[in-house]
């Protein structure tokens, strides 16, 4: 299985193209998709499209983003035993592209990869299969540490990633949820009981109230700027994506808080996760606000990154 595909790739910081990429899947365990649909994913995206590390990685463009797809089985190879052509998959990762480096590599009208990036679905897609990995991503990050039914938790910005973590916590009977967003309408979506849109406007009853503060913006330093609202020993859990890594200590060991740091997805928690979205037990459908055809791309993307109004937005590749 070899050949060339339309896919958008980052030439270099801040210039990216829809192109056509060669691939190679010849191996007996890899698995040839063609898209329907992938999603952009702002936190990372941003910072590949600006040149910044998003982990230990270092960048080398062109690269191709994407991590979240769904699509249909098109071609396997011949240790592909459990797949066969026709049948429907999300994906998580395209790692057959040749000349260019694949940061996940979901956007492209095929996706050439390997059998273990692949989820079967076991029916036609859905839209909501796409928060699949979203939703896994904050299956991970919360079994990392103790929350139950009494915990009290402020999440720290309501964008793709905050928004999906209040939801489930919601949907499996945690109640006291509050949160910060600066965009009202993100704050409207969320079942999070108090709302303020900045951290400031949380009043002096708030102090040492909270057991948990989630931090989802990216922004490491409102770290300092929670610290008055937690409890003594509480859990700062990390699930931005972080530029530089740094707060002044001086600032918050007075609460010597428990700082875990998650980013790491295993296959079972995206399991759990088709699982979760599978039963309904919440809310799917105001993650999806805005849908481009894959010719507007380029729109997709200055919509992703810069609407106050985004949450999750699609790139129609039929």
């Known amino acids: 299985m070899q050949g060339d595909a339309k896919a958008i790739v980052f030439q270099k910081a801040n210039k990216m193209k829809l192109q056509s990429v060669p691939y190679r899947a010849d191996q007996a365990e890899d698995v040839l998709v063609k898209t329907i649909a992938s999603t ?155 709302i303020a849109l900045d951290i400031g406007d949380f009043t002096a009853e708030f102090n040492d109230c909270f057991d948990m503060v989630i931090e989802c913006t990216g922004r490491i330093l409102m770290i300092e700027k929670a610290v008055r609202l937690m409890k003594p020993g509480a859990t700062v859990l990390l699930m931005g994506n972080y530029e530089v890594m740094g707060y002044d200590y001086r600032l918050i060991q007075q609460k010597e808080p428990a700082i875990v740091c998650s980013c790491l997805t295993a296959p079972e928690h995206m399991q759990k996760a088709l699982a979760v979205l599978e039963n309904n037990q919440f809310d799917t459908e105001k993650f999806f606000t805005h849908v481009f055809p894959v010719s507007q791309f380029e729109l997709a993307y200055r919509m992703a990154l810069d609407s106050k109004e985004s949450i999750k937005t699609v790139i129609s590749w039929v």
Request: hydrophobic letters at 35%; glycine letters at 12%; charged letters at 15%.
């Open 40 to 194: 952009i994913t702002p936190g990372h995206d941003r910072l590949l499209l600006t040149n910044k590390p998003v982990s230990h990685r270092v960048l080398n463009y062109p690269l191709m983003p994407g991590s979240e797809s769904i699509g249909q089985v098109i071609a396997t190879g011949s240790g592909v035993t459990d797949l066969h052509p026709g049948d429907f998959v999300y994906t998580f990762k395209g790692n057959r592209w040749e000349g260019i480096e694949p940061y996940y590599g979901c956007h492209g009208e095929v996706i050439p990869t390997s059998r273990n990036n692949l989820l079967p679905l076991g029916r036609q897609p859905i839209h909501r299969d796409l928060l699949t990995g979203l939703l896994g991503y904050a299956i991970s990050a919360l079994e990392k540490v103790n929350i139950n039914k009494d915990s009290r938790i402020l999440i720290v910005g309501l964008g793709s990633v905050g928004l999906m973590v209040s939801e489930y916590l919601y949907s499996i009977g945690v109640r006291h949820i509050d949160a910060v967003e600066t965009f009202s309408i993100r704050g409207q979506l969320s079942s999070a009981e108090h």
